[in-house]
């Protein structure tokens, strides 16, 4: 007995001597660096979508056998997470370790000092800074979470932007096509201008009708009970139309135009009479289709055409399990008004929303070292490709040209070369110091227009009278 | 002889289908739920269809195979038992305390206990989680994130309802019942526990039933004032709503299995429910 | 021979709990609700501003309509399950085969948590995959969409409440009908009383505190309604109850000061409304005594 205890003993040192030695090859640095917080349990919390199930599953796992250090997701609804972590930032409680930051919420962190400055705590302190994680592998799209003096807040985990998908099985139909022909007197094609986009949106909810189908011309995020009809329109529908930064002049603190805002400007109701005007060709489900019902109808194949966040085009395109129209979605950059694309080149504007978030460290953490570690963990280079594949997310310049997502982008219909040639057209959100207060006092407006129960018009410059009230509520007035 | 019959078979007719047709439009959507819940994402999509296609279990398998939910799901049958059994005591004594003793105040602190139910529980949150994590504080415990925790703070709506229950049935106990108890020589836990406790059964049943089902289903409370290890069942149903599309069948199976445990209290409880018919024959 | 000092002692772990839970809390948001407080303000903390939350929310459109809607909510969907439960209850006091499957059956609803009552009714309501739009568009021609109608989302919310709650008013009816004398029942009878007569001269005097506790747990519960609506339709123009637009006000828009405000009115407005309730039922009884 006690022979065979002491053999089972010598294997045992043998085997943890063998595989001390292969990973101080490998994973020597993460073992010494994380030594002093081996044990150690950091938390975070995030919404529960494929990235971060796949931070939650995969790379948590994988950091804990490396360093000792265990992890604990919280994965919560999209309203919850808001709420949940500015509770635990402004309490100063210290429940998360990291927090997920939307890249929209990104500026009121910062004007509430809730975050910390991840460059210089890494230049701080020099013993936890790994050689393998480079701020400067990241697309531009880092740069929302970076101060005046270029330090990083957040370590990018998602990035996507919301594109024109269409369904290649309906406008590649040589049938479908002679009929539009003939109806319209020019051939059927991905829309490239508003009028164009709304014949093959007419065009399609009459052929639904007569084939008996459910198919309708275009998708609308329009519900009418959550906020995402008004981000539809703010950051989707108006940027292409050419209203920028939610029509609010911060520095004038206005969104009228009397005063330098935009927001009951022309530009403003022309597009919200285009996007309304589009409601008729939606499905039904339209008036109560947040973000992720949008992209299920589509995926349903109920929409002929539409404006769908990137984080669903590959599942759309790709998955049988969830999509009955795998293989026929085509992509392609949203419809513009004339002049808009070429305004975005200059820099001079932007054509849609860049949407996505980062993981950031709140200053009330109490294991700020351990978390560093860990960021550092999950924006390293060697981690990207399959997080990519099985997010549909990128993060890293480097991550476009690696064979994994190149197989994908073909099954996407090339919708990572999109994100990489002409991501730059996109942008994030306004840099404004408060973002859900404003947004929560244009939705009953943009709901009531949906509602048909006041006039574009009326709308937003009812819309542009509460926000001003609200700016100079909060302080950032006139 | 005749027309009795047929006022008879007509009265069965009537009161069968009163019966069958509220039973149909009680179990639709459940049957619904259990529908969806046997679908697979893409089966979901088309056009509507009320009967069982197949059996799709994937999504059963899925949730009961996941040990979040497990744990979710230990939670709230731990928490929702604890504090069912703890309003039920607490109850008792306090409504029994309102009903016989003579306390200064009596009415307005039977009121007072009342309001605490109304209050919306929005704007409450945020002086409960500062309670919660910083105000009750031992080292690095606190009450944020633990079972105690939503124990003690679902007594906040369940107490109230539960006194209020408890009133009626206690009220209705003759009191001469308990000096006559006395009389014979027992205490107060004599009095309790032979006299009131047997007689309000039933509503304590009822009471702690209902208390149970109060808190087996709460929602917003739990998901503001959890994070990881204390998160109930409820809290769970909503992680399956996301940006890349809502899994309806897995959110429609979670909540199946939800019913299953408040389901089996209910069929279990018929019998005090039935116990409480004859609660009038009592008083005689 | 009752010591009050064993009453309250009785008494004092529910005060307590009460007190820290349910007392603290409101004191804070009474604090709370006098000041101006957005974290996400220029200058964000609070700021001492009397009365202004107060007035403010007297010429709150929003506010205002959300009090109008939780009113009809409330009113309709209550006034539906005390009718209902109390015929469902008056038809299980008797006596027939399958008595006892039907009462579970009944009871089911009561036992789905809010949060998945709300995702079945959406799933049911929602068109694309939703039965209840489909058939009536097939059936009747009629075009049902929570989304476009406001009116049709509250109509959707109070039946959805109708269904999840009137087994609870079963349930209370049942335990009230059932603890009732059959002696004056049967006097009545024998005196020559007729159905209507026997329900209103003798089962509703009886039935009346059960009555009156239900309907107030219903009211309190109604009014402060979000899990539900907001699952089934987000608290749209139809259905931004007053619970909801609380919500709305503290939590995406952190306006925890003027959120306070409304919580307290609404607390004020509910507790009014209860001792109007508990006052006029209880002065009706003694009249009907004398």
Redesign the interface.
Known sequence: MKKRFTFILLIAIVLLANMSLVSADMHGWWADAAAPYAGATI?G?S????PSNYVADVLAAQFTELTGINV?????????M???A??DM??N?G?YDFVYIEQDIIY?YL??DYLVNLTQFAADNPDLAYEGYDESAFTSFADYFKNADGDLFGVPMEAFVKVYLYRKDLFEDADIMAAFEEEYGYPLAPAENFDQYRDNAMFFTAYGENMDM?LWGTTVQ??????ASTYEFLESIGPSFGLYNWGINLDAGSAMSANGGALDGDTAVEALTFWLSMLPYA???????????V???F????AAQGWV?G??AA?IATD?????VTGNVGVRLPVTAPGVIEAAEMGDGYIGYYDGGAFGVPHSSRNKEATLLWLQFIGQQSVQAEWAAAGARITHTATFDDPLIAEQDAKVDGYYTLLEEQGPLFAGAPPF?????V???ID?FI??A??G?LSPADALSQAAAAVDEELS????GM | MTISFRQRAWRLFVTYGFWIFTTIVTLLPIWWMFVVSMRSRVELFGRPNLSLSRFFVENYTNVLTDSTFQRYMTNSVVVSTSNALLVMVLALLATYALSRYKLTGRDNIFFWLITNRMAPPAAFLLPLYIMFTRTFRLGDWTLYDTQIGLILLYCVFNLPFAIWLLKGVIDGIPIELDDAAMIDGAGLWGVLRHVIVPLAAPGLAVTGILSWVFAWNEYLFAANLTSVQARTITTGLAEFVTVTGTNWGELAAMSMLTLIPSAIIVILAQRYIVMGLTFGAVKE | MRNPRTGWLLLSPTLIILLLFGFAPFLYVLFVGFNQWNVFSADDGLVFNGLDNFRRLVFDDDFLHSVGLTARFAIFAIGSEVVLGFVLAQMLTRNFPGKSLFRIIHTLPLMVAPIAVGAIWRLLVIPGFGPVPFFLDRWFDLKYQIGSYPDQALWTSVIMDVWHWTPFVTLTMLAGLSAIPKEPVEQARVDGANRFQVFWYVTLPFLRPVLLTTVFIRIMDAIRTVDEVWMLAGGGPGTRFTGIYIWRVVFPRTDYGYGSSISLITLYLTIVLCWLLFIAISGRRKGEVE
């Open positions: 938390r919390v919404e529960s979508t494929p604990e997701f919280e994965t919560t609804s999209w309203d919850q808001y709420s949940k500015i509770n402004e309490a409680t429940i009121s004007a509430q459910d329009g519900s009418t009970g959550h906020p499905p039904p489900e339209a008036t109560s289709s947040t973000w992720d019902e992209a299920s109808s995926a349903a194949g109920r966040y984080e669903n599942w049988d399990s969830r999509s009955a110091p408060f973002h859900a207060q947004r929560e006092v009953p709901q009531r949906i509602l129960e509520r909060l302080g950032y």
